[in-house]
């Protein structure tokens, strides 16, 4: 078992290629309906690559990270096992059941739990409670295999991020490379959306969501199944990280708002419904975050507590920082609009070269240097101006634009260590990444040759254009 490491166990040997196989014959299924060869080709090594990330994220905690949050997740699904063990009717009690304390009945699987964790405060948590519970029937399936857990959690994500890639390409057709590298490939949102935890569940609804609203708005189809995954959703974000909801409601709501203002034909009447739809898509972000609920998961992202929260950190951290070998960083402002820019500096540009506290730290740097080459280039080269203009002009800009900037404050300003944002930040990344990409391109920029080789564009010698 030492050499198993934390998480994986004999079982695995049968039990993942199995839960593989399983996977892959219903991704299968799924793929009959792509009538393009592209498609099914881009989807199928999506797939290969979410399920190794899955197999590296198993392996990573359970050798170089030895445990962490996934791990508590893990033995608390444990728990769930025996007690279903002992009576199968504690199954559907376990699904009742919304947190573990002392006046549960299956509060003596937990009390007396002897393992590094504080699994028996951590279920005391509605939403810790909930990954533990979605965890369950595969530990049950699979034996105990974290590694199947792991990869159903990975394909429930896979299947947001696909939602997403067809959401936008549906949009910008032209652009399907970069799109599927932010929803599909890109390295930080699939590595950290494949554990048992409670990132690819939240990550994977975002995703689920976002197109279920686009069927019944948009497409004007599949009313039934889009109003199942639009309750699916909801239901797992509300529990899990409710904050990601009350984020992505006002962008949603502005991204529909524009395209029916899109059918408006004065001009006069077009450009006063404009205005009155980012004046109400920004008071519902501040209703949501600041007054909708008292739930301590999202009080904790209200305007007054974020602020308490930055002030709180720094001073906790500053001298921990110094004698311990963690990724902290502080965002060094009480002033309330620093306190958001510095929260979206740190998501989606930080850590800096300089912030490199361990090898994963410093994958962390070369994305975020990279995000943060491709924003200068639009603002420098065309603008501040042009890069606000193309983003108001466009409902899926508006969309990408709220839900990723309002998202990337709340959270950079909270996390306290370049780790857990790492985590924490995925469900904007690929909103984000595929604006940025579409304005660089839109702006008729030209990307370093070395990624054009990446999402496959042809590079001819003399530098013929119509290759990029």
Known sequence: MILLGSLFREVDFLAAPICFIILLMIFSLVLVKYKDDRTRTLLLQAFYFKMACALIFTAFSSFYYSGGDSEMYYFSGLHLYDAVMDNP???????????????????????????????WEAMHGEANFFVAKLGL??????????????????????????????????????????????????????????????????????????????????????????????????????????????????????????????????????????????????????????????????????????????ATSRSQYAEFSQTEQGAYF???????????????????????????????VALSVIEAMFFLFISMSVIFKKGIFYFFGKIFSNPVFMLCFVFAFV???????????????????????????????????????EYPNWFKKLLGYRIYLLKDKSAF
Not at 331 to 356: C, D, H, K, Q
């Open 330 to 360: 502080t965002i060094g402002s009480t002033n309330p609009v620093m306190v958001f820019l510095n929260g979206i500096v740190a998501t989606f540009f930080r850590p800096f070269p300089w912030e490199i506290s361990s090898p994963i």
């Open 137 to 310: 029937p595969f530990l049950l399936i699979f034996q105990k295999s974290y590694l199947c857990v792991a990869m159903a959690f990975s394909f429930f994500a896979l299947g947001g991020c696909i939602r997403l890639y067809k959401f936008f390409t549906h949009y910008f057709p032209d652009f399907w490379r970069e799109i599927a590298l932010a929803t599909l490939f890109l390295p930080s949102a699939v590595f950290w959306s494949s554990g048992m935890l409670k990132d690819p569940i939240c990550f994977g609804s975002v995703g689920y969501l976002v197109y279920a609203v686009f069927n019944i708005a948009i497409k004007r189809r599949k009313f039934i199944s889009s109003i199942a995954w639009i309750a699916v959703s909801i239901i797992f974000l509300f529990y899990i990280k409710p904050y990601i909801l009350f984020a992505l409601i006002p962008g949603i709501v502005l991204w529909l708002f524009s395209e029916l203002n899109k059918l408006i034909n004065n001009s006069t009447l077009r450009n006063i419904f404009t205005v009155m739809t980012i004046v109400v898509g920004a008071l519902s972000a501040f209703y949501l975050i600041q007054y909708t609920t008292s739930d301590e998961s999202v009080k904790s992202f209200r305007i007054d507590t974020i602020i308490e929260t930055s």
């Open 89 to 119: 009717n504690n199954f559907v009690l376990i699904f009742l059941t919304k947190v573990i304390n002392v006046k549960t009945p299956l509060m003596n699987y937990f009390i007396y739990d002897t393992s590094i964790y504080p699994i």
């Open 407 to 445: 998202f990337a404050a709340a959270v950079g300003s909270t996390a306290t260590n370049f780790g857990s944002l790492s985590r924490y930040k995925i469900p904007a990344m690929p909103f984000f990444l595929v604006m940025i990409l579409i304005l660089f391109r839109q702006a008729g920029l």
